[in-house]
């Protein structure tokens, strides 16, 4: 059994920052490429940005430059590091991981339960 859980989201003031953090445990055997979607009320849920086992990124347009993606293998975790907070910013943020459970076995897609980001005066 595999989960993912995120943490890290608030409350901030535009302008403000704050850093996501997505732990993934269970029986994994391996992690491929993890990341971050969000979804706003009423919206479609959108790839916010991705990092590969390997460290390399990609970030939607309107995040660049804001904010950061990083990984710690030895922890199973991805964080997002987000500055510049922009109300538009405000959604649920959700991980992702592509998980092997073992050995020669395929890859598959887990998602945390999603935390909110709220940017607001």
């Known amino acids: 059994q595999v989960q993912l859980v995120e943490s890290g989201g608030d409350l901030v003031q535009p302008g403000g920052s704050l850093r996501l953090s997505c732990a993934a445990s269970?029986?994994?055997?391996?992690?491929?490429?993890m990341g971050w979607y969000r979804q706003a009320p009423g919206n479609q849920r959108d790839l916010v940005a991705s990092?590969?086992?390997?460290?390399?990124?990609n970030y939607a347009d309107s995040v660049k430059g804001r904010f950061t993606i990083s990984r710690d293998n030895t922890k199973n975790t991805v964080y997002l590091q987000m500055n510049s907070l922009k109300p538009e910013d405000t959604a649920v943020y959700l991980c992702?991981?592509?998980?092997?459970?073992?050995?020669?076995?395929?890859?598959?897609?887990?998602w945390g339960q999603g935390t909110q980001v709220t940017v607001s005066s």
């Open positions: 992702y991981g592509w998980l092997q459970t073992g050995k020669g076995t395929r890859a598959n897609m887990y």
């Open positions: 990092i590969t086992s390997g460290g390399t990124t």
């Open positions: 269970g029986s994994i055997f391996s992690i491929g490429a």
